[in-house]
Every structure is written in C-alpha cells, then in structure tokens.
C-alpha cells in the first residue's frame, strides 16, 4: 500500500466533515452533538473490544511505554524552556504550550493511521501507549502548571482531582475495562462482542469527521510563531527522540517501536486544549498549533511512513 493510499481515506472522511462545516449542513450544536456521541461511546468500544482481544506482551509492554513516556517527558521539559525564553509565558501558560508540543491526537488519527499503514496487530501498542497518556500528562503538566506555588496539601488535592477526572473519561474506562477482561480472561459472550464490533466499526470515520469539522473553529494567522514552534517540538522532535529509544536504545518488537513511533508523530491533540481551558490561558497558541499541526503533519507522516517502508513494514 501506497503512502498515497494510506493517507487519502482519513484526509478525503476529515475533508467531507470540514466542507460539512462549511455549508452548514452541521452547525455547532450538531457538530458538538456528533463529537460527544464519538468520544463517549464510539472510541471506547473501539479500545474495550480491541484491547480485551489484544495479545498483551507485559515486558515489551513496559519498555514500549518507558522509550514512549522517556520521548514524551524530554520534548515537554524542553518545550517550557523555550515557552519561556522565546514567548515570556508564566508557569501556567508554558505548562499549556508544553502539554500541545507533547499531547498527541492518538485517537481520532492515531488510530486509523496506525490500522491502515501496520494493521491490525500494531493496534495493541497503541492502546498501551493511550492508555496511560492522560494520567503521565495531565499529572506532569498540573505539577509544572502549580510548581510556584505548590504544597503536600494542594499537591494530594490536584492529584485526587486528576483521578477522579480520568476516571470519568469514557475513553480511560473503555481501555481500562478491556485491560481487565484481557488479563483475568473473562469470556465475552458472541452478542456482547458483536456489539462493540458494530459501535467500533463506527469509531473512526465519525471521530475524523468531527475532527474535519471542528478545524473551522480554529485560526492561526495570529498565532504563528508559537504555533510554529509548537508544530516542530510535536512532529520533529519528540518523533526523533522516541524513534531513537524504541529503535536503538529497548529491545522491543519491531512493529512496536513502529507504532509507537507512529504515535508520537501525530499532531497535536484537542485534550492539550481542555488541559488549557482548565487554567484559562494559552488556549489561542493550542488552538491555533492543533491546526497548524494537522497540516504540517501531513508532511511529516508521510517521511515517517517512507521510512518505515524502507524497514520492511
């Protein structure tokens, strides 16, 4: 399969959503309707099904996720840095810029990218990866945001906080739910899997659809250079800083590191935004880098993928 071939069905269903858009043939109600209905429903059956089925490896898992996360913290810490030396960003708002450089749209392109480029089988590192993103990002990035002034006691508060908030997130429940069901080995009965096979089936072109949709709503003519910045911390260097780790540095499966690799390379994902309208700042340079992103990663991927094609994937 061609790179061609593997990245026109998710730009042609993102393109049919953001032209959808456009007419108002789906207005914000709609779209907002839509977007509740794939993210509490559609893309946790989709990781329920797929990671209670999946042939979890435990040691190439932990070492999948410690190359990951090692990537994932270094391009965060080096983010802050330039979020302050180059823009002059409070704590808070260099938290934000940091979490969009690091937080990667795993799901909605993440995931059929990875299904159409690897198969099937590569799913399973990328739902290891998704299942802990929220919980090691949105920790680091309330410590960094809270860090001048922070205590024991508002230190327990944010981290409760922040349990109670993954706990209530459909897409944490749903993997987590199949991680139970993979390990302790519960049976599933045939009608039970034919209906996460219906829901999921489902998953991925409604989350490109909304995503396609939802990218009208976002400007970045006047947020460019932080956009900019943030674009090239997200598809350049963290890529290069886990390809190194999963391919030189852990012994893991191929085509995890591949995933994986994959994974890291996706643009910048909506949550570093929710993350933004928790503190209230830095939400126009997330706004606008989640655009910018998708575009310039269009670029990026596709060097990506060449380079896995020249590996034998």
């Not at 508002?154 to 109670?164: C, G, K, Q, T, V």
């Not at 390990?183 to 909304?210: E, G, H, K, N, Y």
């Not at 643009?267 to 655009?291: E, K, M, S």
């Amino acid at each position: 399969m061609t790179l061609f071939e593997i990245l026109l069905p998710i730009i042609a269903i993102a393109l049919v959503g953001h032209v959808s858009a456009r007419l108002a043939i789906f207005d914000a109600h709609g779209i907002n309707s839509l977007s509740r209905f794939s993210f509490s429903l559609l893309i946790p059956s989709l990781l329920f099904i797929n990671t209670a089925e999946a042939e979890i490896d435990l040691g190439a898992s932990l070492d999948l996720l410690l190359g990951y996360y090692g990537a994932v913290l270094v391009t965060y810490l080096t983010a802050l840095l330039l979020a302050k030396s180059l823009f002059g960003y409070n704590a808070r708002e260099q938290s934000v810029f940091a979490m969009g450089a690091t937080y990667p749209n795993s799901t909605v392109i993440g995931i059929p990218l990875v299904l159409q480029a690897l198969g099937e089988e590569a799913l399973t590192p990328l739902f290891l990866i998704i299942s802990i993103q929220n919980l090691v990002l949105f920790a680091v990035g309330t410590f960094f945001a809270e860090r001048q002034n922070l205590s024991l006691s508002n230190a327990i508060d944010s981290l409760a906080l922040l349990i109670r908030q993954l706990f209530r997130n459909p897409i944490t429940l749903g993997l987590i739910a199949g991680l139970l069901v993979n390990q302790l080995s519960i049976p599933l009965p045939d009608t039970v899997r034919t209906t996460f096979r219906l829901f999921s089936s489902a998953a991925v072109p409604t989350a490109l659809f909304v995503l396609g949709a939802s990218l009208t709503q976002y400007r970045v003519r006047d947020q460019w250079r932080p956009a900019l910045v943030m674009s090239i911390m997200k598809l350049l260097i963290m890529p290069l800083l886990c390809g190194l780790l999963l391919f030189l540095w852990f012994a893991i499966p191929p085509l995890w590191a591949a995933a994986g690799l994959l994974a890291s390379a996706m643009p910048v994902g909506i949550n570093a935004y929710a993350f933004g309208t928790r503190y209230q700042c830095g939400l126009a340079p997330v706004a606008a880098g989640t655009l910018l992103s998708a575009l310039l990663s269009l670029i990026t991927i596709s060097l990506i993928l060449l380079f896995l094609t020249t590996q034998g994937f």
